[in-house]
C-alpha cells in the first residue's frame, strides 16, 4: 500500500521577496499533480476548531505538472573516481572497523552484505566486506572468500585482506582488538587463486558501501556520483582505511598501521618506510577536515574521499584512551567516522518547479499545495521573510526551524515500543508515519535512533521533511506539534487582525541582532527547544537593547545545536547538528568522548551544561513533560503588582486561565517551564499564573533537576511539575513575558480568539508591540534583590 | 510485578469497566489518558482511573513497557474520520500491519480495544527469575530502552 505518492521539499525554509524558492517533488505514480500556493494560516484538523485555513495565492508557478518518480540513495560513505593506482593487481587493504549491525534480520531494510573498502561491483574487482553471515570476506571478481568467525558488533576489529597475483595467494586477517576468555581463535585465512587477474572497470573507489550499479534511470542522477548507485551499505566505525599495491606481508601490514608518516623520513615521503613509500595507493586519516565532507588521504597521491551523506565524524577512534574528550585536543584518537545506511545529507533531487517570488509579496507562513486528481497530497511549507532592513511589520514571529529540523521525520512511535510510557496512551500513526516506517531512506530525526540503533545527530533540511505538515497529529500529543502547533499562533494572530512577519533561526543565527533588531517585539513557536550559539547570543542582544520577547512555549533554548560548515553552499542552515550528552531528556546518549560537534567542534548537550541557563533567555526553564492531557492556570497574587497587572486587563483573578485548548485540551500541558532565580531566572522575575498542583501522574520532572531518582517525581506529587507564566522588565525598555508550556499556543485560536488566553497574550502583545521603551516600573520596585532569598525565611530570621 | 488479572476475575472486570468509562469521557479531547473526565472532553477535573486504580495503573506501565516487535498501535486512515489497529514490526524498515478489520470512527475507541487485546494477549506476569532468558543481559528485556 502506497502511503504517500506525492512527496516534496523546498530548497530553502525562508526566501526574501524578490528571491527564487525552487521545489523538488516525487510524484510515484500519477502522471500528473497540481501545484497552488497557499497562505497556510491554520493546520489543524480538529473539529472542535476552526479547522484547515489555507488561502490560494496568485503566483507564476501555480499549474499542473508532470510527475515523475524520485528517489532518495541515503547511507554515507567515503568515495573517489577511478584512477590508474585503484587498478592494481594484486593489493592488501586494511582499516579497523567498529560494525553495528554485522548480522541483520533477514526482513531488515538493507539484509546483506556490508561494503568496507575497495572497487568492486558485480563480480569484478576488489573489495573488503562483511558478508551477509556477519564474517569478514574478501572478494576478488567472483571469487568469496570469508572467515568463519561471526565478528562481534560494536567492538573493534582490526581487518586486512591481501592478494598476490603472481603466487594467487589470498591472505584475509580478522584481529579482535578484544579477546575474551572463551573466543575461539580467528587464524587468518589463506587461499590460492590461481591464474586470476582482477578485472577493472571505471568504477570509483568506496569506502562503507560498494557500487551496486550504474544506472541511467532519471532518478539515478540523484546519486553520487550521478548515475553509480551504491549498495551494501555498512553500519558502523571504519578507522584508517588503508590501500596498499602489492600484498604486504603481516608485518608491513603492521607498519602500515602507521599510515603515511612522512616524519618517518628526512625526506618527509609518504611511507613509514621506504619500501612501503612504493605501496601506497591511498592512507587515509579520517581525523584530518572532521568538519568536512572529506575523508582525507595522506598518502602521496591525494585521493581525498567524497564523504557523501553526512556520516556522523570526530567519533572515537580504534585507540581512545578516554583521557580526552575534545576531538581538537586528541585528533589521533578520533580517526573514526561512523557510517548509517539511513544517513542522508541531500535528497538532490531535480527542481521539479520554481517560484520568483514578487518584490511586494507579504511576509507570511506559505505552502506549495500538491494535488492529484486521484486525492494524493502533500503540502511545501515555506515562510517569505523580509530582507534585513526592510521589515513590514513590528511583530516577529520567530519560527523555530532548527526545532523543526531536530523533529524531522521522526520516528519514535514506530521505532521506541518504550515512547508509550512516555506518551501514556498507545500511539497513534499517520500515513506520514506509515511511510516513513518503510521509507528509511527519508532519514530519522534527531529524537531517533539510526537503523543500526546508534544515535541520530544530524538532520538535513534537503529532503521531505514529512513532520512538518498541516493536517498532522504528533503521536505525543494526538494534535499538532512544532510546525501545526506554531500555527496555531498564526492563525491566532489573523484572527486578531495583528501584521506580523515571519523570520527563521537560521535567519537570527547568520544574521545576529541586525536580523531582529528593527522589530519591537519578538514572538516565538511554540517549542523552540533547538537553538545555535549564535542565534541566542541575538537574542540576548536583543533584549539587552530594549527588546520585548514573547516565549510562547516550553523546552526552549535546550539544546546545543550548529550548523555544518560544509553545506554552507548549498544555503543557510542545510545540516544541523545536536549531541545527547550528559543529562537533559535524551532520547539515545552520545558515547564517552563524543561529546564534541563535528560541525564546529563546540561542546554539545545542554546549553545548561555549557553555563547558559535556559531560565535566562525568557525567564523560564524546562522543569517535567507529560503528554497525556493539560491542564489549566490560576492567576498568582503577583499578577495584580502594577508591574504586570495591565496584563490581565478583562480578566478577573479567579477565573480558570486556559481550560480548553486542541493540544491536550489546556493551556498548560506537555512540556512545562518554571521560574527558577537559581538557574537564571532574573530575581525580579514575576510569576503571574500557574498551573501547580493540576498535572497528571504522566508529567514527570526532568531529569537535570535531581541527583537520584526517588518517588514522588510526578504530576500529582513534585511542587516543579507546574508551569509558571512569568514576566520580567528587560534593560532599556525591554521585556519578557513567557508562557511556559508547549500547549498554550493551542488555546489561542479557541472559540475564534475570544477566551480568556487570547486575551492575556492580546495584552502582552498590544503593550509590546508598541514604539519606544515601555513604561518604566514603579520606582518601589528598583531594590537589591538575590538569588536564593525569595523562599528561605530561615535564612533571613538568622541575620 | 503487577500480575495481569485473568479472564473473568473481577479486578479484570472492574479494570476494563474503569478503562472504558475514562476513554469515553476522553472523546473530543486533543491527546487522551486514563482518566475521568468530570464533563466529558473537558480536561478541567479530571478523577478515577490510573490516579485512583493502582492496580489499572500498574497493569497498564506494565502493557506500555513492552517492546516494538508485535505491539499494538493505532494507525488513523483518514485524517479525522478513520482509524484501524495494527501492530508494529519491530524491525527497521518494515512498516506495521492492520491486525483487525474494523475500522474506529473516533480515535478513543481503538484504545480501549487495544487495552482488552493486551488483557488477552499478555502472560499473567513476566519479568520474574523463571522467565529469565539471554536477551535479559542484552537490552532486549521487557522494559524498552531508548
Known amino acids: 500500500m502506497a502511503w504517500m505518492r506525492l512527496t516534496g521539499y523546498a530548497d530553502k525554509f525562508g526566501v526574501h521577496p524578490g528571491d527564487k524558492i525552487r521545489f523538488y517533488v516525487n510524484c510515484d505514480g500519477p502522471k500528473n499533480y497540481d501545484v497552488q500556493v497557499m497562505r ?85 574487482g576488489y573489495g573488503l566486506f562483511i558478508n551477509e553471515e556477519g564474517c569478514l570476506e574478501v572478494r576478488i571478481n567472483e571469487h568469496k572468500i570469508a572467515t568463519n568467525a561471526p565478528i562481534r558488533d560494536h567492538a573493534w576489529h582490526f581487518v586486512a585482506a591481501s592478494f598476490n597475483a603472481a603466487t594467487g595467494e589470498v591472505v584475509l586477517y580478522h584481529e579482535p582488538q578484544i579477546v575474551y576468555a572463551l573466543d575461539p581463535p580467528i587464524p587468518p585465512v589463506k587461499k590460492k587463486l590461481g591464474g586470476v587477474k582482477i578485472k577493472h572497470d571505471d568504477i570509483p573507489f568506496t569506502v562503507a558501501c560498494y557500487v551496486d550499479r550504474k544506472d541511467t534511470a532519471p532518478e539515478a542522477r540523484a546519486s553520487v556520483p550521478a548515475g553509480v548507485v551504491m549498495g551494501g551499505p555498512y553500519n558502523g566505525k571504519i578507522d584508517s582505511p ?116 514578487p518584490a511586494d509579496t507579504k511576509s507570511d ?74 521509507h528509511r531512506e527519508y532519514g530519522g530525526s534527531i529524537y531517533d535512533t539510526h537503523t543500526d540503533g546508534s544515535g541520530l545527530c544530524l538532520s538535513s533540511r534537503l529532503r521531505p521533511i514529512l513532520s512538518i505538515r498541516p493536517k498532522y497529529d504528533h503521536f505525543l500529543m494526538q494534535a499538532p506539534w512544532q510546525y501545526p502547533a506554531d500555527l496555531h499562533l498564526i492563525c491566532w494572530l489573523n484572527q486578531m487582525g495583528y501584521k506580523y512577519d515571519v523570520i527563521t533561526d537560521e535567519d537570527i543565527n547568520y544574521d545576529g541582532l541586525a536580523r531582529i533588531k528593527n522589530y519591537n517585539v519578538l514572538i516565538t513557536g511554540s517549542h523552540p527547544e533547538h537553538n545555535s550559539g549564535p542565534e541566542l547570543d541575538a537574542l540576548h542582544d536583543y533584549t539587552q537593547q530594549g527588546g520585548r520577547l514573547m516565549y510562547m512555549g516550553a523546552d526552549g533554548w535546550y539544546w546545543v545545536h550548529s550548523f555544518h560548515p560544509a553545506y554552507e553552499h548549498l544555503g543557510r542552515g542545510v545540516i544541523t547538528e545536536m549531541r545527547r550528552c550528559e543529562s537533559g531528556i535524551r532520547t539515545w546518549r552520545a558515547d564517552p568522548g563524543e561529546y564534541y560537534h563535528q560541525s564546529t567542534g563546540e561542546l554539545g548537550g545542554m546549553w545548561r551544561y555549557r553555563g547558559r541557563y535556559l531560565h535566562t533567555v525568557a525567564g523560564t526553564g524546562m522543569s517535567s513533560e507529560g503528554f497525556d492531557i493539560s491542564s489549566y492556570y490560576s492567576r498568582t497574587p503577583e499578577s495584580n503588582d502594577p508591574r504586570v497587572a495591565w496584563a490581565f486587563d478583562g480578566i478577573g483573578y479567579d477565573e480558570k486561565l486556559g481550560n480548553f485548548g486542541f493540544v491536550g485540551g489546556g493551556a498548560a500541558g506537555t512540556e512545562l517551564d518554571i521560574v527558577d532565580t537559581m538557574l537564571g ?48 522588565e528587560t534593560p532599556n525598555g525591554g521585556g519578557c513575558f513567557a508562557f511556559s508550556s508547549i500547549a498554550f499556543c493551542g488555546s489561542l485560536p479557541w472559540n475564534n480568539g475570544k477566551n480568556n488566553i487570547s486575551k492575556l497574550v492580546g495584552n502582552v502583545l498590544d503593550r509590546f508591540m508598541k514604539d519606544g521603551p515601555l513604561p518604566p516600573a514603579p520606582k518601589s520596585a528598583i531594590k537589591h534583590r538575590g538569588r536564593a532569598d525569595y523562599d528561605q525565611p530561615l535564612n533571613k530570621k538568622r541575620k | 510485578m503487577i500480575r495481569i488479572p485473568k479472564k473473568g476475575s473481577k479486578e479484570r472486570e472492574r479494570m476494563i469497566k474503569e478503562h472504558k468509562a475514562c476513554i469515553d469521557s476522553m472523546k473530543g479531547v486533543a491527546g487522551c489518558t486514563i482518566l475521568r473526565c468530570k464533563t466529558p472532553g473537558d480536561t478541567t477535573e479530571v478523577s478515577g482511573g490510573i490516579h485512583e486504580d493502582f492496580q489499572l495503573n500498574r497493569v497498564l506501565l506494565r502493557m506500555r513497557g513492552q517492546p516494538a516487535r508485535n505491539k499494538l498501535v493505532v494507525i488513523c486512515t483518514k485524517v479525522e474520520k478513520e482509524w484501524r489497529i495494527g501492530r508494529l514490526s519491530g524491525i527497521r524498515g518494515v512498516p506495521p500491519v492492520f491486525v483487525t478489520d474494523k475500522v474506529y470512527d473516533n480515535e478513543q475507541d481503538p484504545q480501549h480495544d487495544i487495552f482488552l487485546m493486551r488483557l488477552d494477549e499478555l502472560a499473567e506476569s513476566d519479568g520474574m527469575p523463571e522467565h529469565f532468558h539471554e536477551g535479559w543481559k542484552r537490552r532486549s528485556d521487557n522494559w524498552v530502552a531508548t
Open chain 1, 40 to 124: 497556510m494560516i491554520n493546520g489543524d484538523t480538529n473539529p472542535r476548531g476552526p479547522g484547515l485555513v489555507e488561502k490560494p495565492v496568485k503566483a507564476s508557478c501555480n499549474g499542473n505538472y508532470a510527475g515523475r518518480r524520485q528517489v532518495i540513495y541515503s547511507g554515507s560513505y567515503g568515495c573517489h573516481k577511478d584512477e590508474p593506482e585503484f587498478r592494481v593487481d594484486s593489493f592488501t587493504l586494511q582499516g579497523w572497523i567498529w560494525p553495528t549491525t554485522p548480522k541483520t534480520h533477514p526482513k531488515y531494510w538493507k539484509h546483506g552484505a556490508q561494503g568496507l573498502m575497495g572497487k568492486w561491483s558485480k563480480n569484478k
Open chain 1, 242 to 357: 588503508r590501500l596498499c599495491n602489492r600484498a604486504l606481508s603481516r608485518l608491513e601490514i603492521e607498519t602500515m598501521k602507521q599510515g603515511a608518516q612522512r616524519g618517518m623520513s628526512e625526506r618527509r615521503h609518504a611511507g613509514p618506510t621506504g619500501e612501503l613509500a612504493t605501496a601506497i595507493v591511498g592512507a587515509w586519516d579520517f581525523s584530518a577536515g572532521i568538519n568536512t565532507a572529506m575523508g582525507h588521504d595522506k598518502g602521496p597521491f591525494r585521493y581525498d574521499l567524497t564523504i557523501v551523506n553526512c556520516p556522523t565524524r570526530a567519533m572515537t577512534g580504534h585507540n581512545f584512551s578516554g583521557h580526552n574528550f575534545d576531538w581538537k585536543h586528541a585528533p589521533e584518537e578520533y580517526g573514526a567516522i561512523h557510517f548509517h545506511d539511513d544517513d542522508v545529507d541531500d535528497a538532490r533531487w531535480e527542481v521539479s518547479f520554481e517560484w520568483d517570488v
Open chain 1, 365 to 438: 507562513s506559505y505552502v506549495a499545495k500538491l494535488t492529484t486528481k486521484d486525492g494524493d497530497e502533500d503540502y511545501i511549507p515555506f515562510f517569505v521573510t523580509p530582507r534585513v532592513g526592510q521589515e513590514q511589520s513590528k511583530i516577529a514571529v520567530i519560527i523555530p526551524t532548527i526545532s523543526y529540523m531536530a523533529y524531522a521525520n521522526e520516528h519514535l512511535a514506530n521505532n521506541a515500543g518504550g515512547a508509550e510510557l512516555l506518551v501514556y496512551r498507545v500511539p497513534i500513526m499517520q500515513h506520514q508515519n506509515m511511510f516513513l516506517a518503510e
Open chain 1, 681 to 728: 531566572s532574573p530575581p525580579h522575575t514575576l510569576v503571574v499564573a500557574t498551573s501547580a498542583g493540576r498535572h497528571t501522574e504522566a508529567y514527570l520532572l526532568v531529569m537535570e533537576d535531581y541527583g537520584f531518582n526517588q518517588q514522588g517525581l510526578d504530576g500529582t506529587q513534585h511542587p516543579r511539575v507546574r508551569s509558571d507564566i512569568a514576566y520580567h
